[in-house]
Nanobody, 118 residues
């Protein structure tokens, strides 16, 4: 069994910052790519940022320069530092990890709400 537990969401004013965390636990042999997705009401889930086990990162265009993804492999944890938040960043943010136990599979967190509003 693998669990991804997210934390750090909340309500913030435009221009503010939040830091999301996602910790993976269970019978993990290795974690490959980790990432953050988001889903706004009435929209499809989209990839926000991802990071490989060696630290290579990828961002959707709308968050480049504002969001930073990082990971601590010793803690099986991925972070998303979100700065200069905008109302259009409002969404449920989901953590994703590609984890090898017996086979390589995708796992998801439960989601954390981020609301950017004055």
């Amino acid at each position: 069994q693998v669990q991804l537990v997210e934390s750090g969401g909340g309500l913030v004013q435009p221009g503010g910052s939040l830091r999301l965390s996602c910790a993976a636990s269970g019978s993990i042999r290795s974690i490959h790519v980790m990432g953050w997705y988001r889903q706004a009401p009435g929209k499809e889930r989209e990839l926000v940022a991802s990071i490989t086990s060696s630290g290579s990162t990828n961002y959707v265009d709308g968050v480049k320069g504002r969001f930073t993804i990082s990971r601590d492999n010793s803690k099986n944890t991925v972070y998303l530092q979100m700065n200069s938040l905008k109302p259009e960043d409002t969404a449920v943010y989901y953590c994703n990890a590609r984890i090898f136990i017996i086979v390589l599979s995708d796992y998801w967190g439960q989601g954390t709400q981020v609301t950017v509003s004055s």
